[in-house]
């Protein structure tokens, strides 16, 4: 009977808490709101997070491994035994031989690649630039000389035609006339 008479204490207890904080709410039903409910439906959402993240923390996990089975080296290293790849590069000895001798000839070569006239190659860049315009700029300039000499030797020589036919008209008219007087012309 103690039992029965703390059972009912406390659940007059709780309804007055109850009141005190939701008045004279309703849920959804007509029926009064329970805190008891709202604090189940709380720890629901709370579980559920905390399954959610260890889900989340199994997916990250996974996704992780997902990444590394995706990666090229990995299939190729599951994929192509060490016997393989050694024949690959001994199928490439003659390629890697002399592409090993070039990178030795470079690295001979360093001094002269480090040299002062390598260096400066940025500001003779600027100035060939310049030097390339000024040429592109005196090469129109010549097109356009030559244009007009080539006018002015058409002209002359148009010029020349003209004077050479009036002399041979004007030679022949006065033929005409020596011939005419019967005046013989001096050869």
């Known amino acids: 009977m103690d039992r029965n008479l703390e059972t009912d204490n406390l659940e007059m207890r709780l309804q007055a808490l109850e009141s005190r904080i939701y008045g004279e709410r309703r849920n959804k039903s007509g029926k009064p ?3 008891a409910e709202s604090l189940i439906r709380i720890q629901a959402g709370l579980n559920n997070t905390a399954n959610k993240r260890e889900r989340v923390k199994i997916l990250h ?3 992780e491994d997902l990444l590394k089975y995706l990666d090229p080296q990995f299939t190729d290293h599951i994929t192509v035994p060490d016997t393989m790849k050694l024949e690959f590069i001994l199928a490439e000895e003659d390629f890697l031989l002399s592409q090993a001798a070039l990178l030795e000839q470079v690295s001979n070569m360093q001094p002269l690649l480090d040299s002062t006239y390598i260096r400066d ?3 003779h860049a600027t100035k060939l630039q310049r030097l390339s315009q000024i040429h592109i700029k005196e090469q129109d300039q010549t097109e356009a000389q030559s244009q007009e000499v080539k006018k002015l030797f058409e002209e ?3 010029m020349m ?3 050479s036919k009036q002399f041979t008209h004007w030679d022949e008219t006065l033929r005409k006339l020596e011939e005419a007087k019967g005046i013989r012309p001096v050869e």
């Open 33 to 35: 709101i329970k805190c």
């Open 61 to 63: 996990k996974k996704i």
């Open 161 to 163: 035609f003209l004077l």
């Open 121 to 123: 190659v940025p500001e």
């Open 156 to 158: 002359y020589n148009k």
